[in-house]
């Protein structure tokens, strides 16, 4: 993205910075977005916060109920052909 022209805010009383209507739609940052605030040597870097909490498979693996006998990999193979063919991906 090409650097704009600098802008200028102001910091309120309550804390809070007033981020330009240009940088927000650039962004595509409506009311609500959640920033992560990140402090660095040249200043505070803004990012969208990710939707959903970093996980690792080791906390979620089994949480899904199933039912029937385990699928071997040669089915489950056969499965993800099936799909990606049925969507036009073959």
């Known amino acids: 993205m ?3 022209t600098r802008l200028t805010t102001t910091l309120s009383t309550k804390g809070q910075v007033i981020l330009p ?3 927000r739609q650039r962004r595509n940052w409506d009311t609500g977005t959640r920033l992560l605030v ?3 040597e040249d200043g505070v870097l803004l990012r ?4 959903f909490a ?3 498979s080791k906390d ?3 949480l ?5 006998p385990a699928k071997t990999l040669a089915e489950m193979d056969a499965a993800v052909l099936a ?5 036009g991906r073959d």
């Open 21 to 23: 209507m240009a940088v």
């Open 64 to 68: 899904l109920r199933t039912s029937g």
């Open 83 to 87: 799909e990606a063919r049925r969507h």
């Open 54 to 56: 970093e996980t690792a």
């Open 38 to 40: 990140e402090e660095t």
């Open 48 to 51: 969208p916060a990710p939707a």
């Open 60 to 62: 979620v693996f089994g």
């Open 2 to 4: 090409a650097r704009a």
